[in-house]
Each structure stands twice: as structure tokens, then as C-alpha cells.
């Protein structure tokens, strides 16, 4: 696989629901990072071969505080 194309290993989404509300986070897995995002664009990427983290936010990103 050439550098800077990155191959997809793995798909999944979880749902997280918190009294009445519901949150879908979609995580995608490659080679040497793994990205969850929510359906507003939400990114938090960790990447195990440069060590970082890196996040990205649209929107809304305090969901767990409301009420």
C-alpha cells in the first residue's frame, strides 16, 4: 500500500444513549489509527505509529452536559 492512501481494516458504528437521547458514533479502523466521529463531523483520530491525537469539532460538541 503506497504511503498517504490508508487502508480501511474495519467498520462499525455504537450507540451511546444518555436518558432520552441517542448518539450514533461511527469508528473506523486502519492500518495504525483509529477515527470515531458523530454525525455532525465531530473527529477524534489516534494514530499508534506517530503518537498523536488529534480532534476535530463541529457543532455541538457538549452533548454529554445538556440537559
Not at 454525525?39 to 480532534?55: L, Q, Y
Request: aromatic share 8%.
Amino acid at each position: 500500500m503506497p504511503r498517504g492512501i490508508p487502508e480501511l481494516r474495519n467498520t462499525w458504528q455504537i450507540d451511546i444513549t444518555e436518558g432520552d437521547k441517542e448518539y450514533i458514533l461511527t469508528l473506523k479502523l486502519y492500518k495504525s489509527r483509529l477515527v470515531i466521529e458523530d454525525k455532525e463531523g465531530n473527529k477524534i483520530a489516534v494514530d499508534k505509529r506517530d503518537d498523536w491525537i488529534k480532534i476535530e469539532r463541529w457543532g455541538n460538541v457538549d452533548w454529554h452536559r445538556e440537559r
